[in-house]
């Protein structure tokens, strides 16, 4: 049976690799302007060429993604509708991700500690 502590330590672990990758998505956000994404920039620093764009919604959201992070709001919504959730909803996860982890990792010291 798994105890209660070992199913939170999961979530913990999986929240911060979940805010890894919104840290991601926010960084390049602010790295490169929405054109530059339009335009493959991404890919190219990574070393692989730019596929070609379909047009699809995650394409949109790293646009409007890169255009909240130089503050172009209407331009963002403009991209994705939800653009503004998910950039807000992203910040979120990026910030208690590693909060959650240190706090569940520091619980269970604790509660060693007493145990003494």
């Excluded at 926010?26 to 335009?39: D, K, Y």
């Excluded at 790293?62 to 959730?85: D, I, K, P, Q, Y």
Aim: net charge positive.
């Amino acid at each position: 049976m798994v105890s209660p502590h070992d199913l939170r330590l999961a979530l913990a672990w999986t929240l911060a690799a979940l805010a890894l990758f919104a840290a991601l998505a926010l960084a390049l956000g602010c790295a490169f302007a929405p054109e530059a994404i339009a335009q493959g920039a991404p890919w190219r620093l990574a070393g692989i060429a730019a596929p070609s764009c379909p047009g699809c919604g995650l394409c949109g959201m790293s646009r409007a993604f890169a255009a909240l992070g130089h503050g172009r709001v209407a331009e963002a919504v403009g991209h994705n509708t939800l653009a503004l959730a998910a950039w807000l909803l992203a910040w979120l996860v990026a910030l208690s991700g590693p909060l959650f982890l240190a706090r569940t990792l520091t619980s269970r010291r604790r509660a060693c500690r007493s145990l003494r």
